[in-house]
């Protein structure tokens, strides 16, 4: 038992304090000399970098200290989406809803412009006129629930429908970002001057949050956490540049920040830490007396969920969730595990809003301000995350604020090099998603089509004439449809959309590839009748074949291919003789590197005329001679999945028109 100077037991403040410098000279004793900060930093490929370990002592130079980044508020707002289309239907789902327990809701319901079609669509639930908002709120009080709205540029219709109902709605959001659908649709949706006065109105609107900086879509479209915030940040900066210098401090409290919830675990928590240290300094920055408190609501990401083996995309929301409320979002939104289906179910729904409710109940998440300050990792992760996102926003403004850099394309060069580096880790197995790209369950079902599209119907027109003259729009709006006018007679004065001139941002799914390469097995077996069965045949040194058949099953198997996987064989001449072939087969020599010298001839004579030919492993200088002995495919760790995945499709298609023909 260690003792102190008086024989007692040491207690902790009894032992002399570990300076950095000795934990630095150990870390480089236990690595053999080797430099710790070129073998162990984190670059975390999302704008920053880490030490592998912090100490009180990198608290004090930081750029943003823990006194800047402690959150005075408690709790969170559980918000749950609305997949019904009908107004009645989506009723009946919130009524039910806040039965259960929830307060606050999500509902799509916004209009996108064709051209050369009079009108155009809505997207979402179906709020084209008075009534439908109406039916919407039908059977209980509208003041007890939050509802956030993503009616993008058809927010003043959806505005002037809340103003008009007798009842007052409790602080009501509306995603309405119109920079951002200059990056998803390359045009601007609205004339300059049109665009400035709608701004400035709806900026107006008290108690109503109707400025959107939307950094979720750039999320979606493969942006680092740097860069999320950075865009978002830009965004603020634009509608504040739009909106009248003597508004701007009423107008601020008008704004609210939209954010992902990603994947990994501790940056998100510093995420949406640091975005209230950007808020503060942009807001100082454009000589704010008053210091509004900035409005943050988040959601799961979507950029990371797979509709293979789908319950793993649970696991991934709860983590997701954890991040955003010890970060302190002010809502959050949990989506579905199914989420990526044309309507998730009763039971995913379900268990998307308890997760929240456990977070809040059972674990009292909600009970402590800022659980995270203090933390010497997290402190720095805010503090670098701040400073990158902050630098990134400058150089934005450089080149002349956010419309001026999409116009540039230099926005869309940054994402598409994010999204390119996601995409390409996922394809190649760097980045892991279970069920995936990695431990696939070939036998799961999955559904016709990835992705479908939200439901839209196209917009209601009736023989009303709009007529708005120098006042309000808003009260214009709101005086048409009292007299029964629809979104659909009123939307050239909210979206008439310039010509396309800009490159656009797309947004992504990670594990999509995959989906749609194990439909096309699917479509295969569906049209010919025959399953394609991959054969695995370990042979040689146990442990090599056992490594690589294990891999080439993992990695196979994310082509929905049926797995024929044995413990082993004696020798080639044995496997040829056991295993039982069909019209579409795939042979996979699983050995050692050493021992593939004298297994590929016999192995390529046994079977390069029953199917295809594969070697688990990376053939070197020896490709051109394997290929000669009838080797078709390599496959290895660090390749292209999906490229390879393909390539067998090709071939089994190509057997079966051969087979067709003879």
């Given at each position: 038992?260690?003792?102190?100077?008086?024989?007692?037991?040491?207690?902790?403040?009894?032992?002399?304090?570990?300076?950095?410098?000795?934990?630095?000279?150990?870390?480089?004793?236990?690595?053999?000399?080797?430099?710790?900060?070129?073998?162990?930093?984190?670059?975390?490929?999302?704008?920053?970098?880490?030490?592998?370990?912090?100490?009180?002592?990198?608290?004090?130079?930081?750029?943003?200290?823990?006194?800047?980044?402690?959150?005075?508020?408690?709790?969170?707002?559980?918000?749950?989406?609305?997949?019904?289309?009908?107004?009645?239907?989506?009723?009946?789902?919130?009524?039910?809803?806040?039965?259960?327990?929830?307060?606050?809701?999500?509902?799509?319901?916004?209009?996108?412009?064709?051209?050369?079609?009079?009108?155009?669509?809505?997207?979402?639930?179906?709020?084209?006129?008075?009534?439908?908002?109406?039916?919407?709120?039908?059977?209980?009080?509208?003041?007890?629930?939050?509802?956030?709205?993503?009616?993008?540029?058809?927010?003043?219709?959806?505005?002037?429908?809340?103003?008009?109902?007798?009842?007052?709605?409790?602080?009501?959001?509306?995603?309405?970002?119109?920079?951002?659908?200059?990056?998803?649709?390359?045009?601007?949706?609205?004339?300059?001057?049109?665009?400035?006065?709608?701004?400035?109105?709806?900026?107006?609107?008290?108690?109503?949050?109707?400025?959107?900086?939307?950094?979720l879509f750039y999320h979606r479209s493969g942006a680092t956490i740097v860069q999320e915030l950075g865009l978002a940040l830009a965004t603020v900066s634009e509608f504040l540049s739009l909106?009248?210098?003597?508004?701007?401090?009423?107008?601020?409290?008008?704004?609210?920040?939209?954010?992902?919830?990603?994947?990994?675990?501790?940056?998100?928590?510093?995420?949406?830490?640091?975005?209230?240290?950007?808020?503060?300094?942009?807001?100082?920055?454009?000589?704010?007396?008053?210091?509004?408190?900035?409005?943050?609501?988040?959601?799961?990401?979507?950029?990371?969920?797979?509709?293979?083996?789908?319950?793993?995309?649970?696991?991934?929301?709860?983590?997701?969730?954890?991040?955003?409320?010890?970060?302190?979002?002010?809502?959050?939104?949990?989506?579905?595990?199914?989420?990526?289906?044309?309507?998730?179910?009763?039971?995913?729904?379900?268990?998307?809003?308890?997760?929240?409710?456990?977070?809040?109940?059972?674990?009292?998440?909600?009970?402590?301000?800022?659980?995270?300050?203090?933390?010497?990792?997290?402190?720095?992760?805010?503090?670098?995350?701040?400073?990158?996102?902050?630098?990134?926003?400058?150089t934005i403004e450089k080149e002349g604020g956010l419309i001026q850099s999409l116009k540039n394309g230099s926005i869309q060069e940054v994402i598409n090099r994010s999204k390119k580096e996601?995409?390409?880790?996922?394809?190649?197995?760097?980045?892991?998603?279970?069920?995936?790209?990695?431990?696939?369950?070939?036998?799961?079902?999955?559904?016709?089509?990835?992705?479908?599209?939200?439901?839209?119907?196209?917009?209601?027109?009736?023989?009303?004439?709009?007529?708005?003259?120098?006042?309000?729009?808003?009260?214009?709006?709101?005086?048409?449809?009292?007299?029964?006018?629809?979104?659909?007679?009123?939307?050239?004065?909210?979206?008439?959309?310039?010509?396309?001139?800009?490159?656009?941002v797309e947004e992504t799914n990670l594990g999509s590839v995959f989906g749609e390469i194990r439909l096309r097995t699917k479509s295969l077996t569906k049209e010919t009748g025959i399953e394609?069965?991959?054969?695995?045949?370990?042979?040689?040194?146990?442990?090599?074949?056992?490594?690589?058949?294990?891999?080439?099953?993992?990695?196979?198997?994310?082509?929905?291919?049926?797995?024929?996987?044995?413990?082993?064989?004696?020798?080639?001449?044995?496997?040829?003789?056991?295993?039982?072939?069909?019209?579409?087969?795939?042979?996979?020599?699983?050995?050692?590197?050493?021992?593939?010298?004298?297994?590929?001839?016999?192995?390529?004579?046994?079977?390069?005329?029953?199917?295809?030919?594969?070697?688990?492993?990376?053939?070197?200088?020896?490709?051109?001679?394997?290929?000669?002995?009838?080797?078709?495919?390599?496959?290895?760790?660090?390749?292209?999945?999906?490229?390879?995945?393909?390539?067998?499709?090709?071939?089994?298609?190509?057997?079966?028109?051969?087979?067709?023909?003879?």
């Open positions: 038992m260690t003792t102190n100077k008086n024989g007692q037991k040491k207690r902790l403040w009894d032992f002399e304090p570990v300076r950095k410098i000795e934990w630095e000279e150990q870390i480089t004793k236990d690595l053999k000399g080797a430099d710790y900060k070129a073998r162990l930093f984190w670059d975390s490929r999302e704008g920053f970098t880490t030490a592998p370990f912090y100490m009180r002592e990198d608290l004090q130079n930081l750029e943003h200290n823990a006194k800047d980044t402690i959150l005075s508020k408690t709790g969170w707002t559980c918000c749950a989406p609305i997949y019904e289309t009908s107004p009645e239907e989506a009723n009946k789902f919130i009524k039910k809803a806040i039965h259960k327990g929830c307060g606050a809701f999500f509902i799509q319901s916004k209009s996108s412009w064709k051209s050369g079609n009079l009108g155009g669509d809505m997207h979402g639930t179906q709020i084209q006129k008075e009534v439908d908002l109406d039916q919407l709120v039908d059977g209980f009080d509208v003041d007890s629930v939050e509802f956030t709205f993503d009616s993008g540029m058809t927010t003043p219709a959806l505005v002037a429908m809340l103003k008009n109902h007798p009842n007052e709605f409790t602080n009501p959001k509306f995603i309405f970002d119109p920079f951002t659908y200059v990056a998803e649709r390359g045009r601007m949706p609205l004339g300059k001057k049109k665009l400035k006065g709608i701004v400035n109105e709806l900026a107006a609107q008290k108690n109503y949050k109707t400025l959107c900086a939307d950094g909106i009248d210098k003597e508004n701007r401090q009423n107008a601020a409290n008008a704004i609210f920040v939209r954010l992902a919830a990603g994947p990994l675990y501790f940056p998100e928590i510093a995420k949406f830490r640091a975005v209230r240290i950007l808020w503060d300094q942009l807001i100082k920055a454009y000589g704010f007396e008053n210091l509004p408190q900035l409005t943050v609501i988040a959601e799961t990401s979507k950029i990371n969920k797979t509709l293979t083996d789908r319950h793993n995309n649970l696991i991934r929301t709860i983590t997701e969730s954890m991040s955003a409320v010890l970060g302190g979002v002010d809502q959050l939104m949990v989506h579905p595990y199914d989420v990526l289906e044309s309507t998730p179910g009763d039971f995913s729904r379900r268990i998307a809003r308890n997760v929240q409710y456990i977070l809040r109940d059972e674990s009292h998440l909600g009970k402590v301000a800022d659980p995270s300050a203090g933390s010497y990792y997290i402190e720095n992760l805010t503090s670098s995350i701040a400073k990158e996102a902050w630098e990134y926003f400058q996601r995409e390409d880790a996922v394809n190649r197995g760097k980045k892991v998603l279970v069920g995936t790209n990695y431990y696939a369950n070939a036998e799961e079902d999955l559904p016709v089509t990835l992705n479908p599209p939200s439901f839209a119907d196209s917009l209601e027109l009736t023989d009303f004439e709009f007529k708005q003259t120098n006042g309000s729009l808003i009260k214009a709006l709101q005086k048409s449809f009292k007299k029964g006018a629809t979104v659909g007679d009123v939307i050239q004065t909210m979206l008439k959309p310039k010509k396309v001139l800009y490159q656009t394609p069965v991959v054969h695995l045949v370990p042979v040689g040194d146990v442990r090599w074949r056992n490594a690589r058949a294990t891999f080439s099953h993992n990695t196979l198997g994310c082509g929905g291919f049926k797995m024929d996987h044995p413990n082993g064989y004696d020798s080639v001449d044995e496997a040829a003789e056991k295993i039982e072939t069909g019209n579409a087969d795939i042979f996979v020599l699983c050995s050692s590197d050493k021992e593939y010298e004298e297994l590929i001839e016999p192995f390529c004579n046994a079977f390069s005329k029953k199917g295809i030919c594969i070697l688990a492993g990376h053939p070197g200088d020896n490709e051109e001679k394997y290929r000669k002995a009838g080797m078709d495919i390599f496959i290895y760790k660090g390749m292209n999945i999906p490229a390879m995945l393909l390539d067998i499709q090709n071939n089994l298609f190509e057997m079966e028109e051969k087979h067709e023909t003879t």
